[in-house]
Nanobody
Framework: QLQIVGSGGGAVQPGGSLRLSCTPF????????IGWFRQAPGKAREGVAC????????YYIQSVKGRFIIGRDNGRNTAFLQMNNLKPDDTATYYC????????????????????WGQGTQVTVFT
């Protein structure tokens, strides 16, 4: 049984940085595409960024492009989302998810296509 464990998050001031981690226990990282989603209070869930299993393709929504970076720590079988220059609008509960499907060399940000989900982690950017 694959279990996704997410970690990281916290509270920072605008301009600060945080790193979220995502570990697929029970599987190998490069067998799954990884996606990060977020949900702010009163708002719909939003796809933020994704990466295909071999990490050679990433996608970011426009509002985080240039600030968020997806990477991996092979030694820990962990993917991470490095979030820099955080803004108050980034405040939300963040979720990582995994899909075993291959989407033709790309990745997708449709939550319905992700099979395994980690617990949410809170990111707060306060002024």
């Amino acid at each position: 049984q694959l279990q996704i464990v997410g970690s990281g998050g916290g509270a920072v001031q605008p301009g600060g940085s945080l790193r979220l981690s995502c570990t697929p226990f029970g599987s190998i990282l490069n067998e799954h595409g990884i996606g990060w989603f977020r949900q702010a209070p009163g708002k719909a869930r939003e796809g933020v960024a994704c990466v295909r299993p071999d990490f050679y393709y990433t996608y970011y929504i426009q509002s985080v492009k240039g600030r968020f970076i997806i990477g991996r720590d092979n030694g820990r079988n962990t993917a991470f989302l490095q979030m820099n220059n955080l803004k108050p609008d980034d405040t939300a509960t963040y979720y990582c998810a995994a899909t075993p499907r291959d989407y033709g060399g790309t990745c997708v940000l449709d939550a319905d296509l992700y099979t395994y989900w980690g617990q949410g982690t809170q990111v707060t950017v306060f002024t």
